[in-house]
């Protein structure tokens, strides 16, 4: 039997990477943040000082290594779960992510992920692209203010805190990126369920996608989750 796959997209600040990893764990099956993977790549970019722009100079992505490791995410060996979160990070990923070199190299690793156990994976182009044939697929979202200060929420608690305006500014500007790229933009695959989270708890989200699957799952007699 094909192993379980459910798909969570949505744009920054969504909830996606908090919601994805409760449901994972509610269902006792692997979390894979694939917008830290593109997040690793840009800090090994920056780390180099490579020319972002320049597509050609992402040829060590295909010599990259990435693992999970008790829930931390790995690249070659190291564990890079906080030095992704920095801001220089959230500037620059959006544009790495938008090289289809990139692109290339971390679909195959992610589809390999879900080839091999069941996962929840979380990011901008999981339904239309990575995993088109997952029979669960979620797109979240909310609106821009809400999801400026859930991220100067994040910022306050890392003891970084940051400017709201600022924020809000860079979560237009990387919308904008993402959803305009010319290699598998963010977008809503026709068959996934859209949902708002902008009045929601993160615990009444998970409640809702664990109460879909969970009665699918039922509905076709299939082992509950």
Excluded: C, W
């Amino acid at each position: 039997m094909k192993p379980l796959q459910i798909t969570i997209d949505g744009p920054a600040g969504a909830g996606k990477s908090t919601i994805a990893k409760a449901l994972a764990k509610r269902l006792n099956i692997a979390y894979v943040d694939t917008g830290a993977m593109y997040r690793g790549i840009t800090l090994k970019a920056l780390r180099q000082g490579i020319d972002l722009e320049d597509e050609s100079a992402f040829a060590f992505v295909l010599t990259t290594a990435f693992s999970y490791q008790d829930q931390a995410l790995h690249m070659d060996g190291e564990n890079i779960e906080e030095a992704v979160r920095e801001q220089a990070i959230n500037e620059h990923v959006s544009l790495v992510a938008s090289h289809l070199t990139v692109r290339k190299a971390l679909l195959k690793l992610q589809q390999d992920l879900a080839s091999q156990t069941a996962v929840v994976m979380d990011g901008r182009d999981i339904g239309t692209h990575v995993l088109p044939q997952a029979p669960y697929k979620f797109f979240l979202t909310a609106d821009v203010k809400t999801r400026a200060k859930r991220r100067l929420s994040d910022t306050v608690k890392a003891g970084k805190p940051q400017d709201l305006a600022f924020i809000e500014a860079d979560i237009i500007r990387r919308d904008h990126i993402d959803s305009t790229r010319l290699h598998n933009p963010l977008r809503a695959a026709q068959d996934a369920i859209t949902i708002d989270t902008s009045n929601e708890t993160i615990s009444q989200v998970v409640d809702r996608l664990y109460g879909i699957i969970r009665e699918e799952e039922n509905h076709y007699g299939n082992e509950k989750p």
